[in-house]
Structures are given as C-alpha cells and as structure tokens.
C-alpha cells in the first residue's frame, strides 16, 4: 500500500514535470521573440540646442566624402575635434541613403552645403523647397545647390516661406528654430528636434508634398498677361 502510493507519487511528480516542460518549451518563441524585441534600436528621438561649440567638421565631410571603405581622414586645422551640435545635425543628414526633402527659409551654411552637394552626387534625391528673398541673399547655399543638379523650387514672394525642416529618408524628421546659417549655428539660441516617428514624419511629408506642387514652375506668373480693356 505504501510502496503503491510512493510509485503513484513519482509517477505524478513525472507528469508534472513533463507537463511544466511543455509549457516552457511552448512559451519558448514567445520569450525570444521579446528578447529580441527589446535588443532593436530604439526610434531616435534627440534634441540640439544651438549656438553649438564650434569644432571641426573638416574630417567628418571628408570621412562621408570618402566613403567608410576608405577609413576616416584626419584634419590638421587647429579647431577642436569632437562632438557638436553642428556634427549631430551633419552626421543625420550624412546618414542619408535614398532621399533627402529640405523645406528652409534660410541656407546659407557652408558645411551644410557641403554635406547636401555630397548626398547629391552619392545618388541621395534631393529636393528642395525655400524662400525667393532669401535664396538671392550674398552667401546663400541655393545657387550652388542648384549649379549642382539638385531640384530647387520656391514661392513668389506671397508672405514667407518660413519652414524649417528636412526628412531624412522618409523615416527621420529634422524640425525646429534653426535656419540653416552661419549666424544662427553659432551666435543664436535655437533647437533642433530629431524624430524618427512614421506618424510626424507622414505629415511633414505631406506638407512638403503640397508645398513642392504649389510651388512648380509651371505655375509661376512673374509676368501676369494684363486684361485687355474693350
């Protein structure tokens, strides 16, 4: 009688086990599915304030220019090398494999230049959007950005073209205070938001879309017919 009760207990003791095993096993692609869900990148969400410390950005455009296989190019000018909010902004614009859509009032820094002329000739399609006063001002970028083959469209002096953004590859949105100038970069209090979130980036889209037909050359009346009086 016991021993009879000792076997019926080792014989549930192994059910219970089997049965616990099972369970495991068929929470098993369950919980690495959430393993690996909780290793992926998370969305970027980054915030720049301005006037940045001025560093070098001299390597980081040869370094992009060059391509990675070609190791990175060291800068021998005296400005310090490191990290920026100028050097954030380059790296997510360099960072650029299929389109970038610029929507800005003011583009009249250099490096910016450089680095939008560089995804240019990668073969990034660039497309542009700005203000017609400002696009004529001494120093601005559009005139060499469209001497470089990159689409340029802009209003008719119908009140400001005041955006200030730019999408990276239909996935990151650049957005806030900052024109794209000198001036601003390094004397002006400003921020920058940095979104990777299909939601903000869908609507941006869709502004910079009507804002790209509205303003289509064809469309232009610089020289309006006038009525004829009868």
């Not at 990675?68 to 050097?87: F, T």
């Not at 997510?92 to 009032?105: D, G, M, N, P, Y």
Request: charged share 25%; hydrophobic share 45%; net charge positive.
């Amino acid at each position: 009688m016991a021993g009879g009760g000792m076997e019926r207990w080792c014989w549930a003791a192994v059910a219970g086990a089997a049965l616990g095993l099972a369970v495991a096993l068929e929470a098993l692609p369950w919980a690495l599915r959430r393993l690996r869900a909780g290793r992926r990148r998370r969305p970027r969400h980054e915030v720049l304030f301005f006037p940045s410390q001025v560093t070098c950005t001299e390597a980081l455009l040869k370094e992009a220019d060059a391509g990675c296989a070609a190791g990175p190019r060291v800068c021998g000018c005296s400005l310090p090398h490191g990290e920026s909010a100028l050097s954030r902004l380059l790296s997510v614009l360099l960072a650029a494999r299929a389109s970038l859509e610029l929507c800005l009032f003011a583009f009249s820094s250099p490096q910016l230049g450089r680095a939008v002329q560089l995804l240019h000739r990668r073969g990034v399609r660039v497309r542009v959007v700005t203000d017609c006063d400002y696009m004529a001002l001494k120093g601005s970028q559009i005139g060499l950005l469209r001497k470089a083959g990159i689409q340029v469209r802009h209003d008719q002096d119908l009140g400001y073209m005041h955006h200030k953004f730019a999408i990276v590859d239909r996935k990151v949105l650049i957005t806030g205070s900052l024109n794209w100038t000198t001036q601003a970069i390094q004397n002006n209090r400003e921020n920058v938001l940095i979104l990777e979130d299909e939601d903000f980036v869908r609507i941006f889209l869709e502004e910079f879309e009507h804002i790209w037909e509205e303003f289509n050359p064809t469309k232009y009346t610089f020289f309006p017919q006038k009525k004829s009086s009868h």
